[in-house]
């Protein structure tokens, strides 16, 4: 079945950097579209990136454009999130998902999530 | 304030119909697909609805989704006590070039 496991997360002090990983298995990787999706404490998801199949094509949330990065290692079926400058309200649990087959924004399979607190 | 706006609470009886609304403009409900999610507590969100009033599988006929303009519902027929939750819709927004969440509504069951 379908597995996304997140990890690298952890409390960070405002301007630090965390980098956060996802395994996935149970299905080709490398054809879904794959997105980064938070969840601050009490709010609602704030979808973060998305990265095609090949990694070609990636979108980001205007709130963290040129502080994030997203990349996606087939070999290792992996999905990272490489982040940078970290704010105090980039505190949230954050999700790896698979977009369903043929879609890029809609999110079939969820991970259980990794928690980043920011801050002093 | 989030982009696309849903109440912030709903409720109902076992058995009653209850529909939770989604407002957005035309730059994303107005051009795009929209997309429900149902969060139980402590859980990751499930995807409930795609692309306006499609249901995966698995996903009761009980809930239905609808679009007209720049607005979007979810339908919950026969409300169960399981389906208490949160619920958020989602869509492209042209404008932003992202993919934009409701800022969700809570469903009690009473």
């Known amino acids: 079945q379908v597995q996304l496991v997140e990890s690298g997360g952890g409390l960070v002090k405002p301007g630090g950097s965390l980098r956060l990983s996802c395994a996935a298995s149970g299905f080709a990787f490398s054809d879904y579209y794959m997105s980064w999706i938070r969840q601050a404490p009490g709010k609602g998801p704030e979808w973060v990136a998305y990265?095609?199949?090949?990694?070609?094509?990636?979108f980001y949330a205007n709130s963290v454009k040129g502080r994030f990065t997203i990349s996606r290692d087939s070999a290792k079926n992996s999905l990272d999130l490489q982040m940078h400058s970290l704010r105090v309200d980039d505190t949230a649990l954050y999700y790896c998902?698979?977009?369903?087959?043929?879609?890029?924004?809609?999110?079939?399979?969820w991970g259980q999530g990794t928690l980043v607190a920011v801050s002093s | 304030q989030s982009v696309l706006t849903q109440p912030p609470s709903a409720s109902g009886t076992p058995g009653q119909r209850v529909t939770i609304s989604c407002s957005g403009s035309?730059?994303?409900?107005?051009?795009?697909?929209v997309h429900w999610y149902q969060q139980l507590p402590g859980m990751a969100p499930k995807l409930l609805m795609s692309d306006d009033n499609e249901r995966p599988s698995g996903v009761p006929d009980r809930f239905s989704g609808s679009k007209s303009g720049t607005s979007a519902s979810l339908a919950i027929s026969g409300l169960q006590s399981e389906d208490e939750a949160d619920y958020y819709c989602s869509a492209w927004d042209d404008s932003l070039s992202g993919l934009v969440f409701g800022g969700g509504t809570k469903l009690t069951v009473l």
């Open positions: 998902a698979r977009a369903a087959y043929g879609s890029g924004i809609i999110f079939d399979h």
């Open positions: 035309r730059s994303n409900i107005g051009s795009n697909s």
């Open positions: 990265i095609s199949r090949t990694g070609m094509t990636i």
